[in-house]
C-alpha cells in the first residue's frame, strides 16, 4: 500500500514512517508536496493540514495515489498546547475536518491517530479502560483530540482511530517522563518538572511497538471502521519507573525529579489492549526496561546531538508562561 503519514517529522510520525517501510509499504513523503508547492509549517518543514485547503489535499491524495493517510499531525500535550492554543485549535481540529474532506474525496482511508486523554479518567481509577469507557477529557488538548476524532468517526468514509498509552522513544520524544528525566540526567541538569504523582500507576509503551500496531492495523480488514487502544499492559508507578530509569542510566535520577502531583489530572491510567491483540494479533515486543535502555543508549548518542525534550518547558520559562494554570486541579 502507499500511505501519507501527516506530521511526519513529529514523534510518531518519523517511527511509523520507518515501520512501514520496513513492511513493505511506500510512502508519499513531503518532499514531493513541497515541490508541488503546498505550504509548510516553518519550524518544522512539514506540509500544514490546515494551510492547504481541502481540494489541494485532495488533488495530492489522487496524483501520488494514496490508499491510506495516517492522520498524525497535531499539537501535542496539555503544556504545549497551553503555549499556542490558537494555533493548537487549527491544527487538532481544523487540520482534521481537511483531511478527512480530502481523503473523502480522493476515496482514501484515514487512520486517526487519538490520545487516551479523551476518557473520563477519574472514572477509571480502580480498572483498565477499554474502547467504549465513557469520554470526557479534562483539558483543552484533550477537547481538541476528541473533536478529531468525532470529525474523523462520524465524516471520513473509511476510518481507523488508534489510541497509544504513553508512547516513549528516542527520536522525536518530546514529552514522555522517561525521555525528559533521561536527558536532564545526561545534561547534569539540577532539577526537571515533571507533571506527574509519583504514585500513580502509569503503563509506558515503546514508540516501535505502537508503530506496528498501527501498521498491522491498517493492513487488516478488521481494522478499519473501529477503533483501538494500544497498551504493553505493563503498569507501574511513576516513581517505579524512575528507578527503572536510575538503574538504567547508572545513578540517581529521581533525585533531580520536581513532582507536580496535583496536575497529574489523569492519576492511575491503565488500558485494555485486548481489542487489538485479539482482533489484530498484535503483542508488544518490548519490555519496559528493554524500551528504556534503547531509548538511553539513541539519548547517550551522537545522534541526538539537536534534541532537546526540555524545550518547551524552557520556553514557557523565557515566555512566563504558568503551565500549572492550564492543568485542572487534582
Not at 510512502?27 to 514531493?32: G, Q
Request: contains cysteine.
Amino acid at each position: 500500500m502507499r500511505f501519507y503519514v501527516t506530521g511526519g517529522a513529529g514523534f510518531i510520525g518519523q517511527h511509523l514512517k520507518k515501520k512501514l517501510a520496513s513492511r513493505g509499504h511506500s510512502i508519499l513523503s513531503d518532499a514531493d508536496l513541497i515541490r508541488d508547492r503546498m505550504i509548510t509549517l516553518p519550524k518544522t518543514g512539514e506540509v500544514c493540514v490546515h494551510r492547504n485547503s481541502e481540494d489541494a489535499w485532495a488533488k495530492a491524495f489522487k496524483q501520488y495515489k494514496v490508499d491510506v493517510v495516517v492522520h498524525n499531525a497535531a499539537v501535542v500535550g496539555t503544556d504545549v498546547v497551553a503555549l499556542n492554543p490558537a494555533e493548537a485549535t487549527l491544527s487538532n481540529v481544523h487540520g482534521s475536518y481537511n483531511i478527512v474532506r480530502a481523503a473523502n474525496a480522493a476515496d482514501v482511508g484515514v487512520c486517526y491517530m487519538g490520545t487516551t486523554v479523551i476518557y473520563d479518567t477519574p472514572a477509571y481509577q480502580n480498572q483498565q479502560i477499554f474502547e467504549g469507557a465513557v469520554r470526557k477529557p479534562l483539558t483543552y488538548y484533550g477537547v481538541q483530540k476528541l473533536a478529531g476524532e468525532q470529525i474523523v468517526t462520524t465524516m471520513a468514509k473509511r476510518w481507523s482511530v488508534v489510541r497509544p498509552l504513553f508512547a516513549f522513544g528516542d527520536e522525536g520524544d518530546m514529552n514522555s517522563l522517561i525521555a525528559k528525566s533521561i536527558y536532564a540526567s545526561l545534561q547534569n541538569k539540577e532539577s526537571v518538572d515533571i507533571f506527574l504523582d509519583p504514585s500513580k500507576i502509569k503503563d509506558y509503551l515503546h514508540v516501535s511497538d505502537y508503530c506496528e500496531a498501527v501498521a498491522m492495523i491498517c493492513e487488516s480488514q478488521d481494522g478499519w471502521g473501529t477503533d483501538f487502544n494500544v497498551a504493553a499492559e505493563t503498569p507501574h508507578t511513576a516513581a517505579e519507573i524512575m528507578n527503572i530509569v536510575s538503574r538504567v542510566v547508572g545513578k540517581n535520577v529521581e533525585k533531580i525529579v520536581r513532582w507536580y502531583p496535583k496536575t497529574d489530572y489523569l492519576g492511575n491510567h491503565r488500558l485494555s489492549s485486548a481489542k487489538v491483540r485479539r482482533q489484530i494479533g498484535w503483542v508488544p515486543r518490548l519490555d519496559l526496561e528493554g524500551g528504556i535502555k534503547a531509548t538511553y543508549e539513541w539519548i547517550s548518542s551522537s545522534s541526538s546531538k539537536n534534541y532537546n525534550p526540555l524545550k518547551y518547558l524552557d520556553e514557557a520559562k523565557s515566555k512566563g508562561t504558568d503551565l500549572l494554570q492550564h492543568f485542572p486541579k487534582v
